[in-house]
């Protein structure tokens, strides 16, 4: 089972469950600005549906941008802690790099084949951080 997190969204985030590049399961939430209080309840509810557990998890990927400062941040380090707890492998890939939920899934889990834990993943925000 393998985790993907997608915060570089506007105004929502996605979570996929994938067992194999054809066999995922893509939850949506929207509300901007709420990443940090939905997805980890988000992370839970996929993994209750596939009755899996979070050990069950052998890799993860995020979306590392551009996006949203915080948004993205939310989403980088969770990957990055929940792959450090695991100890699996934690990999990113820019909004440029996929234009479909299939294709996120597909390079993600391509990338994660080849992928070793330990490594830690950056966000992307493609341009200075607009705090407010």
Do not use: C
Request: hydrophobic share 45%; glycine share 6%; proline share 5%.
């Amino acid at each position: 089972m393998f985790l993907i997190i997608n915060t570089a969204i506007d105004k929502s985030l996605e979570v996929i469950l994938a067992k194999s590049k054809n066999d995922f399961k893509v939850k949506e939430v929207e509300g901007e600005r709420r990443q940090a209080e939905n997805l980890l309840p988000l992370i839970k509810e996929n993994l209750k549906n596939w009755h899996k557990e979070i050990s069950d998890i052998k890799g993860i990927a995020a979306v590392t941008g551009p996006g949203g400062f915080t948004a993205l941040r939310i989403g980088i380090v969770t990957a990055n802690v929940l792959a450090y707890a695991l100890n699996v492998p934690v990999v990113g890939l820019a909004l440029d790099e996929f234009k479909s939920q299939e294709e996120l899934v597909e390079k993600a889990l391509d990338k994660l084949s080849q992928a070793k834990p330990g490594d830690i993943i950056m966000p992307a925000y493609g341009r200075e951080p607009n705090i407010s």
